[in-house]
């Protein structure tokens, strides 16, 4: 507990704003996924989920949306929370953004860290970089989020909650401070229900996300999700689904997602190796 202390509180001098990655799995499941157990997806969604796994994972994905000036998104990460009391996790992610006046590459990178306080509770903190490499005059920008995730006893096997405070050093408009919280409901050992929602704190925007998994013992993964904006600008409302396969120490992902008024759709593909 005190090394985790000593470097979190090592990373707050640079910390100040940043955007989110959001993946595969996460797509497929209405991004509801802030109270359930996740390994890389962690860095970028709930630090604190990743505590609670004995696991060495190295994830690669891609997320391409035709219709939008983020036409392409590589995401690397890895996560170690093996050995120590201390989990950690390391992404970074790449978009080439495209607007009228010129291309440019948006890079971010997150290291999270994430420690069991107890067998119900866990405490999780991720420290972000985002690097808009623009003409003439490159953009940078640091921030930070924290999250819990609690496990209750021994209704843990049928349900899990989680929270976040996304961007909680600076708020400004482009990356603004959020509360996110979720729970995982287990229908039966293979299906999970969950339910997601965000608000941002210095607008009238709302987030709510809703999502099934399916798990079998086989390799085989399903998912399906919808998700909800309530933006003063422009409400909007998608839908989602997704498929994978892992046997062994590897797996492979894809999910879609499509807006409702068919404005845009979103393909993610992720591969992911396990140790």
């Known amino acids: 507990m005190k090394v985790f202390l000593l470097v979190l509180i090592s990373l707050f001098p640079f ?8 993946g595969t799995r996460p797509i497929g499941m209405g991004e509801a996924v802030r109270g359930t157990l996740m390994l890389n997806d962690a860095i970028y969604m709930n630090p604190a989920t990743m505590a609670m796994t004995k696991q060495y994972s190295i994830d690669a994905q891609t997320v391409f949306q035709p219709a939008l000036d983020r036409d392409l998104g590589l995401n690397f990460s890895l996560v170690d929370t093996r050995g120590s009391e201390v989990g950690a996790g390391l992404g970074y992610n790449g978009d080439q953004v495209k607007t009228t006046e010129q291309t440019y590459w948006k890079h971010l990178v997150h290291l999270a860290l994430a420690q069991p306080i107890s067998k119900f509770f866990s405490f999780g903190a991720t420290a972000k970089t985002a690097v808009f490499d623009m003409k003439p005059k490159r953009k940078t920008y640091f921030n930070g989020d924290m999250g819990i995730y609690v496990v209750p006893g021994e209704y843990g096997k049928y349900f ?14 482009e990356f603004p401070r959020q509360l996110g919280g979720g729970v995982k409901v ?31 013992k086989s390799g085989i993964s399903a998912r399906a999700g919808f998700k909800y904006d309530k933006d003063p600008v422009e ?3 998608t839908y989602s689904a997704g498929l994978g396969y892992f046997v ?25 190796l396990f140790f």
Do not use: C
Request: aromatic content about 12%; cysteine-free; proline content about 1%.
């Open 186 to 216: 287990v229908l039966m050992p293979v299906l999970s229900l969950t339910g997601d929602v965000v608000k941002s704190l210095s607008e009238d925007k709302w987030i709510l996300g809703a999502g099934l998994e399916f798990i079998h």
């Open 15 to 22: 910390i100040s704003d940043a955007q989110d990655f959001v």
């Open 248 to 272: 062994d120490k590897a797996g492979a992902y894809y999910s879609f997602r499509n807006r409702i008024d068919n404005k845009y759709q979103t393909h993610a593909l992720s591969l992911s």
């Open 235 to 237: 409400d909007s409302a």
């Open 160 to 173: 899990q909650v989680g929270g976040v405070f996304y961007n909680f050093a600076r708020d400004i408009k």
